[in-house]
């Protein structure tokens, strides 16, 4: 399978990068920092990060794409705090301060800093890069584990529940749009069966709650 290296980076970085990740170096850093709510969250940053190497290997991006991606996941969402909105911009500046320090170069930086910022919301990608991050941001909507997601989402904003799975996420998954050809392939059908059982009533029995500490 021919692959296409999309993003360019200087000598040395793609080994750099590497260890970065695989030494723990990132998440180390952003999990002393990332929020502790019920999505947003650590665990949030490091789903995403997976999928954006899922998706950039089906998408046949290169290693070296994949790691850049990877980084831009694990920041996305080191700064989350509810209402705000200059999150991507906060977690931008973390990201700008601390990558140095593991090696990453200037230009590598910006080039995850734009990745973070394509994450903010409403989603306008402009490349195949932005179109990943974007769609593994939200991979959990056709996924099997959407309704705890769906939950912890409900829970994180105070929403009464009956508004939420009536009106506000049926609402929401109208205006969901997976940009890859893969994440299309995917998710999409998933998408379209919780937006039935929402639209018909029928999603009470599939409702999470929240495990009891």
């Known amino acids: ?34 929020p502790t709510l019920p999505y947003h969250n650590m665990p949030h940053n490091v789903d995403v990060a997976a999928r954006c190497r899922h998706y950039a290997l089906h998408e046949r991006l ?13 920041f996305h969402d080191a700064v989350y705090v509810i209402g ?20 990453y170069r200037t230009k590598t930086i910006d080039m995850i800093t734009q990745l973070i910022m394509a994450t903010k ?9 932005e179109e990943i991050i974007c769609d593994s941001d939200i991979d959990n909507l056709g ?3 959407f309704w ?19 009106a506000l996420l049926p609402k929401f998954l109208s205006g969901v749009k997976y940009y890859t050809k893969s994440a299309r392939q995917e998710r999409e059908s998933r998408v379209a069966v919780y937006q039935e059982l929402l639209a018909t009533n029928n999603y009470q029995q599939y409702l999470w709650t929240m495990p009891t500490q």
Request: hydrophobic letters at 35%; a negative charge; aromatic letters at 6%.
């Open 62 to 74: 290169t290693n070296t794409d994949a790691l850049v991606l990877e980084s831009a996941a694990l």
């Open 121 to 129: 919301l409403p989603t306008a990608p402009k490349d195949i890069g």
């Open 1 to 34: 399978m021919n692959t296409q290296n999309h993003y360019r980076l200087e000598s040395g970085q793609e080994t750099q990068m590497y260890t970065a990740i695989a030494s723990g170096g990132i998440y180390r850093i952003v999990n002393a920092i990332a």
């Open 148 to 166: 705890e997601k769906a939950e912890r989402v409900r829970q994180e904003a105070n929403v009464d529940t009956n508004l939420w799975y009536g």
């Open 143 to 145: 996924r099997e584990d």
């Open 84 to 103: 705000r909105k200059d999150n991507e911009e906060e977690s931008v500046k973390v990201a700008e301060k601390t990558l140095p320090a593991l090696g």
